[in-house]
């Protein structure tokens, strides 16, 4: 491609609206444009990115024996009824009337559609087992777009879904999809974890997701220093305490005591004179319609979907100060659980609590020996806070340290939900008619595109990885207006074409300066010079992007070099 006759609007300032840096180097580079608040338009070099990432992602797939389909992004509400999600959902489903009344929803997934499919499809155990999987564009109207790419509300997924006859067969499915995960971020040269994954509030069903280590990743990722536990925060598990010895403390009295201005968990302490595990540390949520209370150490913090899968809620959320006040009449603070008009979760610490101290539910003050059981019940007890760097590693003791991770594929064992739900049934060997035990494997094909650069940039911009660069080779002409250099130049960019290698030739009228930012900028590979030290010697510079490293070579022999390089590039991927 001649640089020239492409729409590559690079701009050297730094957009405003973008806080990240794969946002802005979007931006800056021309790779995308927004349209509207999570919604972009692919220019020619990153709808080029993004069909790299689909091409690794497709050949892995089927690889992995999955066939490919297309659904139609239009969904009828009526199937969204039918799995009973047009309730749960909530407003990430865009949702809208056609002409004729009828509801309908932009697909953020597609298990209504596949499931569709497969039971009027599938009847037999001999279709079994089978995958299906798309490349296609999803809408969620996510509350909070941001992050250019990363987090749209149109954005590029595969979806794949897979239906077996027996669980075993389902857990080979996952396995293979696994295997191919692996495989597809490996190949697009990502520094990559899969951790395991809150799967919501499915019984029995278990999930991974694959995390792109970056510090402006969303997700906070558990890890251990002794062995291969790797968690999502969300996930990880927090043993419940042994009995501990302050249990068989004698329990004084419920005081009340006056805490002016003491509203943090911490000023409360000191004021009081206590530690902040002797508080008592009462958070309000709404979770679906009710208003609950959730209880945890004062020197700990509550992990929401921890609360979400205690409650089984499809949605929770923290109060405000005000929203407290407007629903409950109750200072922010200041409340505790003793007299609480609400129902309780508490974390299993707090139940081991003895003489604590909690809000008194008025302005300004405070209980002091505070006692479970004796001075307030609790509904539902279990693993309610977020483990802590300090917490021992729930698979084998050792030390934990926290990562923060960008998600870039999620792998799930659906098991029956579904199916069972729909009735998609097939005949198994003795005629019986049972439900298809599903699987789903989502890649945030668009993410991955913001994920890489994440972490292969520097001062000077984009670092792509080879397999997924838009173009191999930035070919430089710093000469387009001299009759010697131009000859070569053409000649080489048509020698590299022939060799398959894709170039992308600079023969813009351009000062050097910039066309030397513009090929950092976009973060080509492998960069080609022909300058002044063409016309003096006749040798072509080979510059490697990441490296800074520098060759010469003769023109004769440039294309076959590059070349080489490339090759043995890819080989050690
Ligand atoms: P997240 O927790 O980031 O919102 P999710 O759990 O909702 O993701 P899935 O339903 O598992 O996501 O979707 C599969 C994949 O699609 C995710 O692993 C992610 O890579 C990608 N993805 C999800 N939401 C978005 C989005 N708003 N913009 C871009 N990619 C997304
Ligand atoms: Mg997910």
Request: proline share 4%.
């Amino acid at each position: 491609m001649r640089y020239s006759q492409m729409l590559l609007p690079t701009t050297r300032e730094t957009p405003a609206e973008a806080e990240v840096i794969s946002h802005q180097l979007l931006l800056r580079g021309g790779f995308i444009r927004k349209l509207s608040a999570g919604v972009y338009t692919f220019l020619p070099l990153g709808l080029l990115t993004l069909q790299k990432v689909s091409a690794i992602v497709r050949e892995e797939m089927n690889r992995a024996g999955a066939q490919e389909i297309l659904m139609p992004m239009v969904q009828p509400g009526d199937l969204w009824m039918e799995s009973g999600r047009w309730q749960h959902y909530g407003p990430e489903l865009l949702r809208f009337r056609d002409r004729n009344e009828r509801d309908c929803c932009l697909g953020p997934t597609h298990e209504e559609v596949v499931t569709d499919i497969a039971r009027r499809e599938l009847q037999s155990y001999r279709q079994l087992p089978m995958n299906l999987y798309q490349i296609q564009t999803k809408y969620r109207d996510e509350i909070r777009p941001r992050f250019g790419l990363m987090r749209g509300r149109e954005f590029v997924m595969k979806d794949a879904y897979s239906f077996d006859a027996d669980d075993e067969g389902a857990a080979q499915s996952y396995e293979r999809m696994r295997a191919a995960y692996d495989r597809i971020f490996t190949r697009c040269g990502l520094d990559f974890r899969m951790v395991e994954a809150d799967s919501g509030s499915i019984g029995g069903s278990y999930s991974h997701e694959f995390m792109v280590l970056a510090e402006t990743g969303e997700d906070t990722l558990v890890l251990c220093h002794d062995c291969s536990y790797a968690a999502n925060v969300e996930k990880a598990v927090v043993k419940a305490p042994a009995q501990s010895p302050v249990a068989t403390q004698s329990l004084e009295e419920l005081r009340k005591v006056e805490t002016p201005g003491q509203k943090r968990v911490k000023s409360v302490a000191e004021f009081l004179q206590v530690s902040p595990q002797q508080v008592i540390k009462t958070m309000i949520y709404l979770a679906d319609e009710e208003i609950v209370a959730a209880l945890v150490r004062g020197d700990r913090e509550v992990q929401t979907v921890k609360l979400k899968n205690l409650l089984g809620a499809t949605e929770v959320q923290i109060l405000t100060e005000d929203q407290i006040w407007a629903a409950l009449r109750l200072p922010m603070g200041y409340i505790g659980p003793v007299n609480l008009p609400l129902r309780v979760v508490a974390d299993h610490e707090v139940l081991a609590m003895r003489n604590a101290v909690a809000g008194a539910n008025e302005k300004g003050s405070h209980y002091q020996g505070v006692n479970p059981e004796r001075d307030f019940s609790v509904q539902i007890s279990g693993d309610l806070r977020e483990i802590a760097e300090d917490d021992s590693c729930p698979a084998c003791g050792g030390s934990l340290y926290f990562k923060e991770g960008i998600e870039v594929g999620h792998i799930f064992k659906l098991g029956t939900k579904y199916s069972e739900a729909m009735e998609a049934t097939f005949q198994d060997s003795d005629g019986q008619e049972q439900p298809l035990i599903m699987g789903c494997y989502g890649i945030g094909v668009s993410r991955i595109v913001a994920a890489a650069i994440e972490q292969n940039y520097d001062e000077n911009g984009i670092i792509f990885p080879l397999p997924i660069a838009p173009f191999q080779v930035i070919l430089l002409n710093l000469g387009p207006n001299d009759e010697e250099l131009t000859r070569a130049a053409d000649s080489l960019y048509q020698e590299l074409q022939t060799a398959g290698v894709e170039v992308l030739y600079d023969d813009r009228d351009e000062r050097p300066g910039s066309k030397f930012n513009d090929a950092d900028l976009l973060g080509i590979p492998y960069r080609l010079t022909l300058g002044r030290t063409f016309k003096q010697k006749g040798e072509v510079e080979l510059r490697e992007r990441r490296s800074g490293a520098t060759s010469s070579l003769l023109l004769a022999e440039t294309a076959a070099a590059v070349q080489a390089r490339i090759a043995s590039a890819f080989a050690a991927l």
